[in-house]
């Protein structure tokens, strides 16, 4: 099984709420990783979890707070959102983290903040 | 540092033609080397990934792709599009060094019938 879920699939959020994005993974992999694709665009990495540490934050606004509470869970918690974070927000895993490894992608989270 | 180049950023085939989506990667090492597709609205689907050994790649759904390092090339190929294929296509480059994939722009794939 390569699946890795994601809830909801949908969101919408005032600039006001706060609001959390999950993804779960059974595959035993070790590292989790978040990602924001705009429209058109390739995914661009957010933060890393690796052995439920957090390796890399690739400089994202506080706004974007990441939790990794077990192996298999990543959280993504939103608070005070903008409207340009509307956005497909993709949770992705691999057995480590490596460069070299295969990221197997959930089916993302549609976020809009109005 | 590492970078994935994909010149086409659209291509529109009859269904039932061949297909040939290029990737150029820009790296010191061996890559590692992965294809992705997305569906609209859907999250990335692997296709086909080459880490080392025989250059031609086979992937799901009947693509196949072919490491070249002398060109720095790893094109993705299929023989015939089916109108299901059309979707956005990703190349990506990872490497030991970091825990990063490195993604091109991607090629949007339109299929007519």
């Known amino acids: 099984d390569t699946e890795v879920t994601q809830t909801p699939k949908h969101l919408v959020m005032g600039m006001t709420n706060k609001k959390s994005l999950k993804c779960e993974q059974h595959m035993g992999h070790r590292a989790m990783y978040w990602y924001k694709q705009k429209a058109k665009k390739p995914p661009e990495l957010m933060f890393v979890?690796?052995?439920?540490?957090?390796?890399i934050n690739e400089s994202v606004p506080s706004r974007f707070s990441p939790e990794c509470p077990n192996s298999s869970l990543l959280n993504l918690h939103l608070h005070a959102l903008q409207p340009e974070d509307s956005a497909l927000y993709l949770c992705?895993?691999?057995?480590?983290?490596?460069?070299?490894?295969?990221?197997?992608f959930g089916p993302g989270t549609r976020l809009l903040v109005l | 540092a590492q970078s994935v180049t994909q010149p086409d950023i659209h291509i529109t085939v009859s269904e039932g033609a061949s297909l040939e989506l290029r990737c150029n990667y820009s790296?010191?090492?061996?890559?590692?080397l992965f294809w992705y597709v997305q569906s609209p609205g859907q999250g990335l689907q692997l296709l086909l990934k080459?880490?080392?050994?025989?250059?031609l790649v086979q992937g799901i759904k009947g693509f196949e792709a072919e490491f070249k390092r002398s060109q720095s090339s790893f094109n993705l190929r299929k023989p015939s599009v089916h109108w299901s294929d059309a979707a956005e296509y990703f190349c990506?480059?990872?490497?030991?060094?970091?825990?990063?994939?490195?993604f091109g722009t991607g090629t949007r794939l339109q299929v007519f019938p």
């Open positions: 990506a480059v990872g490497a030991y060094n970091t825990d990063k994939l490195i």
């Open positions: 790296y010191g090492a061996t890559p590692y």
């Open positions: 979890y690796s052995y439920e540490k957090l390796s």
């Open positions: 992705a895993s691999s057995q480590v983290g490596s460069g070299v490894e295969t990221q197997y």
């Open positions: 080459y880490f080392s050994g025989d250059t």
